[in-house]
């Protein structure tokens, strides 16, 4: 009401303005009323006065003479008067001479009203005398009297004249009360006929305004974070830049993408990812600069546009900000999540001059930061656009891989540390491109993810790794490493296990690797799928342990089946850093405490092999045993070598080692 008032008060006061214009006017055309009803009752009163008075031949002969006077007769005049509702009269002389008067009204306080009467000096004006007969004079006397003046006619002769002063203050009284209970009721009217269709009309006017409102916000606001969107935002930017051009001020467009909005999305659901989406959008807008414009142009992107953005030092304080700022914890549904968020920026006139030439390039700088993770930001520099166009070549190969099962597995092997065993291989996953030449995994994993691309692809490494399986010794364990994003629907078990009654094999001969991030990063949906993957027999080891966080909570809080080491250490091994072996002796030794086996990828001299070996790594794997190779090669060589060596040499094996096999979407 209060909102209403304030948006409505000039017309609000109109309406009162017009309301008490109304009841004043009623009000004084019926005190202008009244009067002249008043008038008109005096009037009344003389001429039946008068008429009274010429009835009375004898009386007023007395009066008129003074001679002969009947106090009766007097008194019967009085009292006629009275009833009448006369307050007192005179009776003047046909000449104007007053010839009788009852009280005197100057004198009042000296002379009261009594039998006998008085006459004094007074006289009726001239004009009055000549004036026609018949007629009456009236007079406002003040408050509630009115005096009236009449000739005394008698069979049409002029006999004399009659002034008479009335009192109407009860009539006066009377006719006011009524006045005041007309205005009230009227002003009631007036309200309700004229105020009812009034208020419907402002209430009307009111939502319409609204709604109106409303229409011009959702026109150029997202409604979700209430920022700027897309085409406000273009707009905005397309007058910024030409006043820019103007007056060579520098600016910068800034593309902000949030890292792992969908995941949120599908397993909270979408209430909790758009309060995600109000929580950044508000953090974002308390950091950036006034005059800076910020909007959100799609699903998990915002658009910011940095004003006097001279110097490259301001605009990395800025990025630092908003990255600071948005990886506070945020609750959703009971889980802390720590937002994180990618950023490209491409600035005006070094990188476009244009908003389309902007946008593109900063878009390009979004999807090298995404990848490449260095820094709080990524500024456009001219060869990202040679790039984009790999990209694309690249994002063509996956498609048309995915569409046709064009991928391909290469099998290295894993051998015992003592080098004499074979347990196994590791698959990598390659694709070819149009002249038959391999792609680097380095290049088309990472598109892959971007794309959404992985889940069909590591769905179709599951069923190869599987089929491939039970094409060699019953002996042998495939480990397949797993991708976050094979995680967020929920579905992996249902997969795995539908290769393996497709393969025919048990659970038992497949190993799955996770990288520790993940754990970090979704670890009650992760661990619950995990742990369901071990009820089917399959084995759950930790890759690239030592690279990430490498917290020994993740150790603790999952029973994982054996670590793999990283091959960075193999090449700080080789650069001679220090240390290194003792941390290689304290990893070995911490996973072998906890009941895990220990593998170690990138081993290419044999005097590595020796130390590994002499620290008690169980598995080994590197191009010291082999690259990788097509299957029918790793299966006609690898396998039959190792058969041969086993053979010469049977007590070499360890029967508690697992005999293992790794396939794998990694490099």
């Not at 009788?100 to 008085?118: N, P």
């Not at 179709?460 to 967020?488: G, K, M």
């Not at 393969?503 to 993940?518: F, Q, T």
């Amino acid at each position: 009401m209060r909102r209403f008032v304030e948006r409505y008060w000039a017309t609000v006061a109109g309406f009162a303005v017009i309301a008490a214009g109304v009841v004043v006017g009623t009000a004084t055309i019926g005190s202008r009323t009244v009067d002249d009803i008043l008038e008109m009752s005096a009037v009344r009163k003389a001429e039946h006065f008068q008429t009274l008075v010429a009835g009375q031949p004898r009386a007023l002969e007395a009066l008129l003479t003074g001679l002969a006077r009947d106090p009766e007769e007097e008194t019967k005049l009085r009292e006629l008067a009275t009833l009448g509702g006369i307050e007192s009269f005179a009776i003047f002389a046909p000449d104007g001479r007053e010839a009788y008067r009852t009280r005197s009204d100057k004198y009042e306080w000296l002379l009261r009203d009594r039998a006998g009467g008085m006459q004094s000096n007074n006289r009726l004006a001239a004009s009055i005398l000549r004036m026609p007969a018949p007629f009456q004079l009236v007079q406002d006397e003040g408050p509630g009297r009115i005096s009236a003046t009449a000739p005394i006619l008698r069979d049409g002769q002029l006999v004399g004249y009659v002034s008479l002063v009335a009192d109407v203050s009860e009539d006066s009284a009377g006719f006011a009360g009524t006045l005041a209970e007309a205005c009230l009721k009227l002003a009631a009217i007036f309200l309700v006929a004229a105020g009812v269709p009034a208020l419907v009309y402002l209430k009307r006017k009111h939502k319409i305004t609204e709604a109106v409102a409303r229409i011009d916000f959702l026109a150029n606001h997202d409604p979700i974070t209430r920022l700027l969107n897309r085409r406000r935002m273009q707009e905005q930017v397309e007058r910024i830049i030409s006043a820019a051009r103007v007056t060579r001020e520098e600016i910068a467009y800034c593309c902000i993408d949030i890292d792992g909005l969908g995941g949120i999305n599908h397993e909270l659901g979408q209430a909790q990812g758009d309060e995600l989406l109000r929580v950044v959008a508000n953090r974002l807008a308390a950091t950036i600069d006034r005059g800076d414009l910020l909007a959100r142009i799609a699903a998990d992107d915002f658009a910011l546009l940095h004003r006097r953005a001279e110097k490259v030092e301001d605009m990395e304080a800025l990025a630092a900000r908003m990255r600071a700022a948005v990886a506070e914890p945020v609750e959703l549904k009971g889980r802390l999540i720590r937002p994180q968020i990618s950023i490209g920026v491409a600035r005006m006139p070094r990188d476009g001059k244009s908003q389309n030439e902007l946008v593109k390039h900063a878009q390009l700088a979004l999807a090298r930061h995404k990848v490449e993770r260095n820094g709080d930001y990524a500024a456009f520099e001219p060869f990202m656009d040679e790039e984009t166009d790999r990209r694309r070549y690249v994002e063509d190969l996956i498609q048309r891989a995915i569409d046709t099962e064009g991928f391909e597995l290469a099998y290295q092997p894993l051998v015992g540390s003592d080098g004499l065993s074979l347990h196994g291989f590791e698959a990598l996953l390659r694709m070819r491109d149009e002249s038959g030449q391999y792609v680097s995994p380095a290049e088309f994993v990472p598109i892959a993810e971007a794309r959404g691309y992985i889940k069909d692809i590591g769905s179709w490494v599951i069923r190869e790794a599987t089929r491939q399986a039970a094409l060699w010794p019953d002996h042998i364990v495939v480990s397949i490493n797993l991708s976050a994003i094979q995680f967020r629907d929920g579905d992996l078990v249902r997969i795995v296990s539908d290769a393996l009654e497709a393969a025919r094999i048990e659970g038992k001969r497949i190993e799955v690797e996770v990288v520790e991030s993940l754990i970090l990063d979704r670890t009650d949906s992760v661990i619950s799928q995990l742990r369901e993957l071990k009820k089917l027999g399959v084995t759950i080891a930790m890759d690239d342990f030592g690279t990430g966080y490498s917290s020994l909570g993740y150790l603790w809080k999952f029973p994982f089946d054996k670590l793999k080491i990283d091959r960075s250490f193999m090449l700080a091994l080789e650069e001679g850093q220090a240390n290194v072996k003792a941390i290689l002796g304290t990893i070995v030794s911490l996973a072998h405490l906890m009941g895990m086996t220990v593998t170690t990828e990138g081993v290419e001299t044999r005097e590595q092999a020796d130390l590994l070996h002499s620290l008690g790594c169980d598995l080994l794997q590197g191009y010291l045993f082999g690259k990788p190779m097509p299957p029918e090669v790793a299966a006609a060589e690898v396998l039959g070598r190792f058969s041969e060596r086993m053979a010469a040499q049977p007590a070499a094996r360890d029967p508690a080692l697992p005999e293992t096999s790794r396939v794998s979407i990694a490099v």
